[in-house]
């Protein structure tokens, strides 16, 4: 492992455990090319990383601080579970399957999804829960022709994991939207909205490595924790 990737390491976890709490000010870069015995070109390296995860936020003229990690970050480029994007957050996160049902896709769900009519399908409602509050709602299509042996028990857990991990499928890319609507009858009746009147929905049309779409998926996030991030390069 490279210097800076040790570094990135570190500062993370001490971000996780709270040893640099959200909202505080991290350590200058002399003091922290001291402490970690690096060049610059290392440290802000590490920085960087930290940045792309969306932990830190430099601001001119007055450092670098600890963004609000309770929230769920999501790079854009990248493709990852629930389970994945919080295993480092030091946070507390639950899944709830509340509806699981084996359905036939209509020309209706069709239009929607990209599945082909009749193609047997796997319907979820999952429930994820962040230190105690609901705040995603997971609507979940999955291809049973591909996606086999899918139960309540893994879907409470990663299923992405069990994809690669037990069936031997390479999940290869998504096609993602992101949009603002009003709550609909499910965020209504499971998430803790509060004083909100809308949620950020973001739709995935996931694909195996061979181009094969095997699952369609409506995340409806809370807004006050949900932040996005991707790091780009003026062309």
């Not at 030091?90 to 929607?112: I, Q, R, W």
């Not at 994809?163 to 009003?182: D, N, Q």
Request: net charge neutral; hydrophobic share 40%; proline share 3%.
């Amino acid at each position: 492992m490279k210097k800076f990737e040790l570094i990135y390491n570190e500062l993370k976890q001490k971000i996780a455990n709270k040893s640099l709490p959200a909202g505080s000010k991290i350590p200058s870069e002399n003091q922290l090319c001291q402490e970690f015995n690096c060049s610059r070109g290392t440290l802000r390296k590490a920085l960087e990383l930290l940045a792309q995860d969306g932990l830190i936020n430099a601001q001119h003229g007055r450092g670098v601080f600890v963004l609000d990690h309770e929230q769920i970050t999501f790079s854009f480029g990248s493709l990852i579970s629930f389970a994945e994007a919080n295993q480092d957050s030091g946070s507390t996160f639950t899944t709830k399957v509340a509806l699981y049902e084996n359905l036939l896709c209509d020309a209706p769900l069709a239009s929607v999804t990209g599945f082909a009519a009749e193609t047997p399908l796997l319907k979820l409602l999952r429930l994820r829960t962040l230190n105690g509050e609901k705040i995603i709602a997971d609507l979940n299509y999955f291809n049973t022709n591909l996606i086999t042996g899918l139960n309540r028990e893994i879907a409470q857990k990663s299923i992405y994991h069990y994809i690669e991990s037990e069936l031997k499928l390479k999940i290869g890319f998504a096609r993602r939207s992101i949009e603002v609507c009003a709550p609909n009858s499910y965020d209504l009746e499971y998430l803790d909205l509060s004083q909100f009147n809308c949620v950020v929905v973001v739709k995935n049309w996931v694909y195996l490595a061979d181009g094969v779409l095997f699952e369609y998926t409506e995340s409806h996030h809370r807004p006050d924790k949900f932040v996005f991030t991707e790091f780009v390069r003026r062309r």
